[in-house]
C-alpha cells in the first residue's frame, strides 16, 4: 500500500470495499485560492490520514519556521513544502458511507500544466476552488476552459476563505453569478456552488454558525450527492492478436468493457463483420472450460465463421457498435521536442490499432504560459493544448471519450517518440455550415439575416435562410434586408453556439469565444436578431445568468424579460394581395411606422418602429 492509500485506509482494510461504487474527481482553481487546503482539512476532519502525518507535518512547519498547513499534508515533495505551492499531481483515495473517491488535487501553477492535465482527464467530475474576497482569475478561468476541452462535463464550485470575506452573502452571490454564467458558456454543467472555509473547517463536514444565510449542503454531503456522469458499459474488446492451436484460431485481447458469453452474437469493427462466440479461452486451461469474461480480463475467443482478423479491430455487441471513422475532432495535448505542424503526417495508437493520420485543422489553442486561448495555429508548441480535426490514413473503430474511455484515447507517435496524446470529442468530419462568422476556429451562425415574411395567401409566416456565405474578419456584412436592419455598429451574442461577434462600421471586426466577450456599450442583438434590453454591465450579466437557468421555478421565460423582436427587425408582407373577386394583386413592401426601403427593397439600417427600444 502507498501512503496515501494508507490514507483511504488506515485499518489496513485494503480490498474491503469490494465492488462499491467509485468516483474519481479532480480539484483545481488558481494559485493560492486553497485548493490543497480544502482537501487537507477534509481529510483531517473526516480522520482519513495515516497516523502520525499530522505530528510529521507539524514538525516539519516547526523546523522550517512555517506556519502549520493543512496544504502540506498533501505536498509529496519536501521541495514543495520549500516554495509552498503543489508541483505534481496528488492523487488520495477517500471513502464515504456511500462510495470510494479518488480525489485528485491538480496544480495551479502555470508551469505545471501538462501535470494539471494529466489528473483532469482522468476525472468525471471536478470542483473548481475560487477565493471568495479575489474572485475568479485568470487561472480559474483558464482551468475551466481546460476541464471542458478535456470532456469533464460537471464543474462544482467551492468558494473558499468565506472569512477573509467577512461571510458575506454578498460575496459569495457574486461569484456565483459570475462562474454560472461563464461555465455554462463553455458546456459545462456548473454546480453545486458551496461557501466554505477550509483553514476554520466550516462547512466541511457540518454547516457553519457564521453562514446562517446558506440552507445548501457541506461539502462531504455535496460529494456523496454527485451522480456518476452516464457511460456506456457495452462490449469492447480491442484484438491485441490472433494464435493457432491445433485446429483453433484464438482471437486475443483485454475485455476494456461488459461482457462476454460463448454463444452470443458478435460485432467486428471497422468493417461491421457478424459472428457468433463459440467458446471462451483460458490459460492455463480450466476445469469444466469458461462460459463467460468481463471488463479488465485478458481473453481469448474462438468464432464461428473464419473471418480474417487483424490486431486493431474491436470486437463489440450488435446492438452497441463503436463507430467508425476516418476523420474526427479532438483535444490534443502535445509535448514532444519538436511542434505539431498542421498536415504533417504522424502516427495514431488508439486501443491496440495505429495507423497514420495528419492533423487537418488546429483551433481554440491555449498557450502553455499564459493559459489563453490563441485561436487557430498551424502548429502546436510543447505543453499546448488545442482543438484539433484529425485525418486518419484509414478507417478504425473508435468512440467519443465521454462514452468509452479506452477506445476514446489516443497517443500520437513523431518518429519513434510518442509525443501528444488526446481525447475524442466528435466523428467524421466538420459538417457543411450555412451562413455565419468565423474566425480563430470559433463559428457563429447568421441567422439573424434570415427574412421574415407573411404569405397573405395562407395567413402564414415564413423564414428565408441567407446564401451560405461565411463572413471573416474585415468583410462586410449585409445589415439591411426587406425584414431587418441593423446600425453599423452592432454585437451579435449567438446563445446556441456559444460564440459572439462584434460588428464595426458595418464589417466584422472579431468573432470569439462568448466565454471571452464582454458588453461594450453598443446595441447588441441576439442570433436571430432580436435586440437585447441591456445596458449595462450588470444587466448583460444578468442576462447571461436568466438564459444560463432557462425558465424555471414559475419565473418567466427570459425572452420577455431580455428580448425585444421590434428593435431591429419587422415581418414584412409578401405574395399577391388580391381584391374581391380576386382580382388586382400588389406586393406590399411597406409597413406603417418604418422608413421607406432603399434601393432593393430593403429596411434602412438602425430603422426603428414608433418609439424605438
Given at each position: ?5 494508507r ?24 494559485v ?28 516539519i512547519?516547526?523546523?522550517t ?37 479518488l ?12 501535470n ?37 462535463g ?12 467577512g ?42 454558525p457564521?453562514?446562517?444565510w ?6 462531504i ?16 474488446l ?49 476445469e469444466?472450460?469458461?462460459?463467460e469474461?468481463?471488463?479488465?480480463e ?23 457498435p ?5 476523420s ?7 509535448m514532444?521536442?519538436?511542434p ?14 495505429s ?10 489553442r ?14 502546436l ?11 486518419l490514413?484509414r478507417?478504425v ?6 462514452r ?15 509525443a501528444?496524446g488526446g481525447?475524442?470529442?466528435?466523428v ?5 455550415r ?40 474585415g ?16 454585437d ?9 461577434v ?9 468573432v ?10 453598443v446595441?447588441s ?14 444587466e ?6 436568466a ?8 419565473e ?14 419587422r ?17 406590399v ?5 418604418w ?14 418602429p414608433?418609439?424605438?427600444?
Open positions: 500500500m502507498t501512503e496515501n492509500e490514507a483511504a485506509d488506515p485499518e489496513g482494510r485494503e480490498g474491503a470495499a469490494g465492488g462499491r461504487e467509485k468516483l474519481s474527481l479532480v480539484v483545481t482553481g488558481h493560492d485560492h486553497g485548493k490543497s487546503t480544502v482537501i487537507g482539512r477534509l481529510l483531517y476532519d473526516t480522520g482519513s490520514l495515516p497516523r502520525g502525518a499530522i505530528d510529521r507535518v507539524r514538525e512547519s516547526r523546523e519556521g512555517q506556519p502549520f498547513e493543512f496544504a502540506f499534508l498533501l505536498d509529496a515533495f519536501e521541495e514543495e513544502r520549500k516554495q509552498g505551492i503543489t508541483i505534481d499531481t496528488t492523487r488520495l483515495q477517500f471513502r464515504t458511507p456511500r462510495r470510494d473517491y480525489i485528485i488535487d491538480a496544480p495551479g501553477h502555470k508551469e505545471f500544466l501538462k494539471m492535465i494529466s489528473g483532469a482527464s482522468d476525472a468525471e467530475a471536478a470542483f473548481l476552488v475560487v477565493d471568495a474576497a479575489r474572485g475568479a482569475e485568470e487561472q480559474s478561468r483558464r482551468h475551466a476552459q481546460m476541464l471542458s476541452l478535456l470532456g469533464v460537471r464543474v462544482g464550485v467551492l468558494v473558499n476563505k468565506m472569512d477573509l470575506a461571510y458575506a452573502e454578498a460575496a459569495f452571490e457574486a461569484v456565483k453569478a459570475e462562474l454560472s454564467a461563464y461555465l455554462w458558456n463553455l458546456g459545462l454543467d456548473a454546480g453545486p456552488f458551496l461557501p466554505l472555509s477550509a483553514l476554520r473547517g466550516e462547512n466541511i463536514l457540518a454547516p457553519s457564521n453562514m446562517p446558506f440552507r445548501g449542503p457541506t461539502l454531503a455535496a460529494l456523496d450527492a454527485l451522480e456518476k456522469p452516464s457511460r456506456e458499459e457495452g462490449l469492447r480491442p484484438i491485441q492478436d490472433v494464435y493457432k492451436f491445433d485446429a483453433r484460431r484464438i482471437v486475443a485481447g483485454r475485455m476494456e468493457s461488459g461482457r462476454l458469453r460463448a454463444g452470443d452474437e458478435i460485432l467486428i469493427s471497422p468493417g461491421g463483420r457478424r459472428t457468433r462466440c463459440v467458446t471462451i479461452e483460458s490459460w492455463p486451461p480450466r469444466g472450460g469458461v462460459r469474461a468481463s471488463a479488465g485478458s481473453t481469448g475467443l474462438t468464432v464461428a465463421d473464419e473471418f480474417f482478423n487483424r490486431r486493431g479491430e474491436v470486437i463489440s455487441l450488435p446492438g452497441d463503436p463507430e467508425t471513422a476516418s474526427f475532432k479532438a483535444s490534443v495535448f502535445w514532444g521536442k519538436n505539431l505542424a498542421r498536415d504533417r503526417r504522424y502516427r495514431l495508437k488508439l486501443a491496440t490499432d495507423c497514420e493520420c495528419r492533423v487537418t485543422a488546429i483551433f481554440n491555449i498557450d502553455s504560459e499564459t493559459l489563453a486561448p490563441t485561436g487557430t495555429a498551424d502548429e508548441g510543447p505543453g499546448e493544448v488545442a482543438e484539433a480535426q484529425i485525418e490514413a478507417p473503430a473508435l468512440d467519443l471519450f465521454a468509452h474511455r479506452v477506445t476514446g484515447r489516443f497517443v500520437l507517435v513523431d518518429g519513434y517518440d510518442v501528444g481525447i475524442v470529442t466528435g467524421g468530419a466538420p459538417p457543411a450555412g451562413a455565419g462568422f468565423a474566425a480563430g476556429g470559433v463559428f457563429a451562425r447568421a441567422a439573424l439575416l434570415e427574412e421574415y415574411s407573411y404569405s397573405l395567401e395562407d395567413g402564414a409566416v415564413a423564414i428565408r435562410e441567407p446564401d451560405p456565405a461565411v463572413y471573416a474578419v468583410d462586410e456584412v449585409p445589415l439591411a434586408g426587406r425584414s431587418f436592419g441593423y446600425p453599423p455598429d452592432l451579435v451574442v449567438v446563445f446556441r453556439d456559444r460564440a459572439a462584434r460588428i464595426r462600421q458595418g464589417r466584422v471586426a472579431e470569439l469565444p462568448l466565454s471571452a466577450y464582454a458588453w461594450s456599450g446595441p442583438v441576439n442570433g436571430r436578431g432580436f435586440a437585447l434590453r441591456v445596458s449595462s454591465e450588470a448583460w450579466r444578468g442576462l447571461l445568468d438564459f444560463t437557468r432557462g425558465a424555471s421555478g414559475g418567466p421565460d427570459p425572452a420577455a424579460r431580455w428580448l425585444d423582436f421590434n428593435a431591429y427587425r415581418i414584412a408582407l409578401a405574395g399577391p394581395l388580391a381584391g374581391p373577386g380576386g382580382e388586382g394583386a400588389a406586393d413592401q411597406g409597413a406603417p411606422g422608413e421607406d426601403p432603399p434601393e432593393g427593397g430593403g429596411l434602412q439600417p438602425g430603422a426603428r414608433g418609439g424605438g427600444r
